[in-house]
C-alpha cells in the first residue's frame, strides 16, 4: 500500500485518494482475475469429465476386444486339481488322471568334515537322451562353505547347501552338501562328480557311488492323462506342475496323484457378462448424468431476475460429447433396438440396464447378445476416444485452450501487478511533492505575514 501522507500540509486525506485512483486503474487486472477463477472452476470440471471419458473408453475397449467377453467359470471335481479360465477359453469338459507330480532332482553327500581335494573341482553333468552337458565348478578352497558358494554362483542350474550331519570318532563336526536343481522336471536331472570334466571322461564314479551319499529325488515332469481307458487315451508331459493351454485359455495345476479320474469343466459365466454390461451402461450414465446436471439452469430466485447457468450451461464441446455417447449407446445393432438386450433410454436423456432382460437374452443366446454387446463396446469406445484421446479427442483439445487461456491471462496479471505498483509509486511521488510544495507556500506566507505584522507595528509607533 506504500506509506500513509495524509494531511501533512493540505489536510486531504491522500491514501484515500491514491486508493480509490488505484481501484479504477485496477479495474481491467480485477476483470482478468475474475476470468480465471471462473476459467479454473470450470477447467477442473472438463479435466474431470475428461478422465471419466479415458476410464470408459478403456473399459470399453477391452470388452470390444476379441475375447473381451469371454467369461468363464472354471472349476475341477477334485481337489488334486486347480483350474484357471484365461482370454481364450471356451466350454468344456475334460477327463483327467494325475499320474505322477514334478519334482527337482536332489542329492547328497556322504558326511564329511571338508572336501577330498583343494582347491575343490566338481563337475554337472545333465543329459537329455542325445546330448550331454557338462558344468565344472572351481572353488577357491575345500572348505564346504566355498563350495557351496561356488555352486551357487555357476550356470550348472544346480543350488547346493551345506547340512550339519553329526560328528566322527574323534569328536570332528561332519557336515554333507546337497545338490537341488533350481527348476522341476526331469530336464533337470544330475550327476555330480568329484573332478574335473576331464576325470568324468576317464571314468570318474559319481558323489552318489560313496556310501553314505544318496540320490534324494530323480528329477521328473508331471504328467497328466486324458480320457484313460478309451482309444483316445493320451499323456501328457510338464517340466513343472502347472500345465499352460492345456485348452486354449484354460491353465490346471496338479496338487496330488489321482486314483480316480477328475472332471474339469469350463462354463459360460453369465453373472459375469451381466455384470460387465450393467457396470459399462452405469459408467455411461455417470458420465452423461454429470454433464446434464452441470449443463442446466437454475430457475431459483428466477422471479427476482436471479437466474443461475451451470458451468457447462452453452459449452458445445461437452453438449456435443453428450450427444455422441448417448447414440453411440442406443443406435440399434442390425436394426434391433437394444431393448431387447435390457439397455433401455429414457426421455430424461439417460440409460436403465434391466438385469433381468439382458440375463434372459443372454441365456436364450449368448453368441448373439456377446455380439451386440460388443458392437455397441466398439462404438463406446470410439466415441470416448474421439472425446478423450490426448491428443485429437475434443474435449482434451478444449482442455488444452483452456489452459492456454489461464496462463496467458496469468501472465498479463504478473504484468499489471508491476504496472500498477509503479502508478503508485508515481501517484505517491505527486502527491507527497504537492505536500511538500504546500509545506513551501505555507512557509512563505507565514514569513510575509509576519514581515507584514512588523511594518504596521513600526508604523504605529510614529
Given at each position: 500500500?506504500?506509506?500513509?501522507?495524509?494531511?501533512?500540509?493540505s489536510g486531504l486525506k491522500t491514501s484515500?485518494?491514491?486508493?480509490?485512483?488505484?481501484?479504477?486503474?485496477?479495474?481491467?487486472?480485477?476483470?482478468?482475475?475474475?476470468?480465471?477463477?471462473?476459467?479454473?472452476?470450470?477447467?477442473?470440471?472438463?479435466?474431470?469429465?475428461?478422465?471419466?471419458?479415458?476410464?470408459?473408453?478403456?473399459?470399453?475397449?477391452?470388452?470390444?476386444?476379441?475375447?473381451?467377453?469371454?467369461?468363464?467359470?472354471?472349476?475341477?471335481?477334485?481337489?488334486?486339481?486347480?483350474?484357471?479360465?484365461?482370454?481364450?477359453?471356451?466350454?468344456?469338459?475334460?477327463?483327467?488322471?494325475?499320474?505322477?507330480?514334478?519334482?527337482?532332482?536332489?542329492?547328497?553327500?556322504?558326511?564329511?568334515?571338508?572336501?577330498?581335494?583343494?582347491?575343490?573341482?566338481?563337475?554337472?553333468?545333465?543329459?537329455?537322451?542325445?546330448?550331454?552337458?557338462?558344468?565344472?565348478?572351481?572353488?577357491?578352497?575345500?572348505?564346504?562353505?566355498?563350495?557351496?558358494?561356488?555352486?551357487?554362483?555357476?550356470?550348472?542350474?544346480?543350488?547346493?547347501?551345506?547340512?550339519?550331519?553329526?560328528?566322527?570318532?574323534?569328536?570332528?563336526?561332519?557336515?554333507?552338501?546337497?545338490?537341488?536343481?533350481?527348476?522341476?522336471?526331469a530336464a533337470g536331472a544330475f550327476k555330480?562328480?568329484?573332478?574335473?570334466?576331464?576325470?568324468?571322461?576317464?571314468?570318474?564314479?559319481?558323489?552318489?557311488?560313496?556310501?553314505?551319499?544318496?540320490?534324494?529325488?530323480?528329477?521328473?515332469?508331471?504328467?497328466?492323462?486324458?480320457?484313460?481307458?478309451?482309444?483316445?487315451?493320451?499323456?501328457?508331459?510338464?517340466?513343472?506342475?502347472?500345465?499352460?493351454?492345456?485348452?486354449?485359455?484354460?491353465?490346471?495345476?496338479?496338487?496330488?496323484?489321482?486314483?480316480?479320474?477328475?472332471?474339469?469343466?469350463?462354463?459360460?459365466?453369465?453373472?459375469?457378462?451381466?455384470?460387465?454390461?450393467?457396470?459399462?451402461t452405469s459408467n455411461v450414465n455417470i458420465?452423461?448424468?454429470?454433464?446434464?446436471?452441470?449443463?442446466?439452469?437454475?430457475?431459483?430466485?428466477?422471479?427476482?431476475?436471479?437466474?443461475?447457468?451451470?458451468?457447462?450451461?452453452?459449452?458445445?464441446?461437452?453438449?456435443?460429447?453428450?450427444?455422441?455417447?448417448?447414440?453411440?449407446?442406443?443406435?440399434?445393432?442390425?436394426?434391433?433396438?437394444?431393448?431387447?438386450?435390457?439397455?433401455?433410454?429414457?426421455?430424461?436423456?439417460?440409460?436403465?440396464?434391466?438385469?433381468?432382460?439382458?440375463?434372459?437374452?443372454?441365456?436364450?443366446?449368448?453368441?448373439?447378445?456377446?455380439?451386440?454387446?460388443?458392437?455397441?463396446?466398439?462404438?463406446?469406445?470410439?466415441?470416448?476416444?474421439?472425446?478423450?484421446?490426448?491428443?485429437?479427442?475434443?474435449?482434451?483439445?478444449?482442455?488444452?485452450?483452456?489452459?492456454?487461456?489461464?496462463?496467458?491471462?496469468?501472465?498479463?496479471?504478473?504484468?499489471?501487478?508491476?504496472?500498477?505498483?509503479?502508478?503508485?509509486?508515481?501517484?505517491?511521488?505527486?502527491?507527497?511533492?504537492?505536500?511538500?510544495?504546500?509545506?513551501?507556500?505555507?512557509?512563505?506566507?507565514?514569513?510575509?505575514?509576519?514581515?507584514?505584522?512588523?511594518?504596521?507595528?513600526?508604523?504605529?509607533?510614529?
Amino acid at each position: 500500500m506504500g506509506m500513509g501522507i495524509d494531511g501533512l500540509t493540505s489536510g486531504l486525506k491522500t491514501s484515500e485518494i491514491i486508493n480509490a485512483l488505484m481501484n479504477a486503474e485496477a479495474i481491467p487486472q480485477s476483470l482478468m482475475k475474475k476470468t480465471v477463477a471462473n476459467d479454473t472452476y470450470l477447467l477442473t470440471a472438463l479435466q474431470a469429465l475428461n478422465t471419466k471419458f479415458a476410464s470408459l473408453f478403456k473399459q470399453a475397449s477391452e470388452l470390444s476386444k476379441p475375447d473381451g467377453l469371454a467369461m468363464y467359470q472354471a472349476n475341477s471335481s477334485s481337489p488334486a486339481i486347480t483350474v484357471t479360465a484365461a482370454a481364450g477359453a471356451r466350454p468344456i469338459a475334460l477327463d483327467l488322471n494325475v499320474t505322477q507330480l514334478a519334482q527337482a532332482h536332489a542329492v547328497v553327500t556322504a558326511p564329511q568334515a571338508a572336501w577330498p581335494t583343494s582347491p575343490a573341482v566338481l563337475t554337472f553333468v545333465k543329459t537329455d537322451g542325445t546330448t550331454t552337458t557338462k558344468v565344472e565348478v572351481n572353488a577357491d578352497s575345500d572348505s564346504l562353505d566355498a563350495i557351496a558358494y561356488a555352486v551357487n554362483k555357476s550356470d550348472a542350474g544346480v543350488s547346493a547347501v551345506k547340512v550339519a550331519s553329526g560328528t566322527d570318532a574323534s569328536g570332528a563336526t561332519l557336515y554333507r552338501l546337497q545338490f537341488t536343481a533350481k527348476e522341476t522336471g526331469a530336464a533337470g536331472a544330475f550327476k555330480v562328480y568329484q573332478g574335473s570334466a576331464a576325470d568324468v571322461d576317464a571314468g570318474a564314479l559319481p558323489l552318489t557311488a560313496v556310501p553314505g551319499a544318496a540320490v534324494l529325488r530323480t528329477g521328473q515332469d508331471a504328467k497328466v492323462t486324458l480320457w484313460a481307458g478309451t482309444p483316445a487315451e493320451q499323456t501328457i508331459t510338464s517340466k513343472s506342475n502347472t500345465f499352460t493351454a492345456i485348452s486354449p485359455g484354460i491353465d490346471i495345476t496338479v496338487n496330488q496323484v489321482t486314483t480316480a479320474p477328475a472332471v474339469v469343466t469350463v462354463l459360460r459365466d453369465d453373472k459375469a457378462v451381466t455384470a460387465a454390461a450393467k457396470d459399462l451402461t452405469s459408467n455411461v450414465n455417470i458420465i452423461l448424468g454429470s454433464i446434464f446436471t452441470q449443463s442446466a439452469v437454475s430457475a431459483a430466485g428466477a422471479a427476482a431476475g436471479n437466474v443461475t447457468s451451470g458451468l457447462f450451461t452453452s459449452n458445445s464441446t461437452t453438449a456435443a460429447a453428450k450427444d455422441k455417447l448417448f447414440t453411440a449407446v442406443v443406435s440399434p445393432v442390425n436394426g434391433k433396438s437394444l431393448s431387447t438386450i435390457g439397455i433401455n433410454s429414457t426421455k430424461n436423456g439417460d440409460l436403465v440396464f434391466d438385469e433381468a432382460v439382458f440375463a434372459a437374452a443372454y441365456a436364450k443366446d449368448p453368441a448373439l447378445v456377446e455380439s451386440t454387446l460388443q458392437t455397441v463396446t466398439a462404438r463406446v469406445a470410439d466415441a470416448a476416444k474421439a472425446i478423450s484421446d490426448p491428443y485429437s479427442g475434443t474435449l482434451s483439445q478444449s482442455i488444452k485452450g483452456k489452459e492456454t487461456v489461464i496462463n496467458d491471462l496469468n501472465a498479463q496479471i504478473l504484468k499489471w501487478d508491476d504496472r500498477l505498483a509503479q502508478r503508485r509509486g508515481a501517484l505517491q511521488s505527486i502527491y507527497t511533492n504537492l505536500e511538500v510544495q504546500l509545506g513551501k507556500m505555507q512557509s512563505q506566507q507565514n514569513w510575509l505575514t509576519s514581515q507584514i505584522g512588523s511594518l504596521d507595528s513600526g508604523s504605529s509607533k510614529k
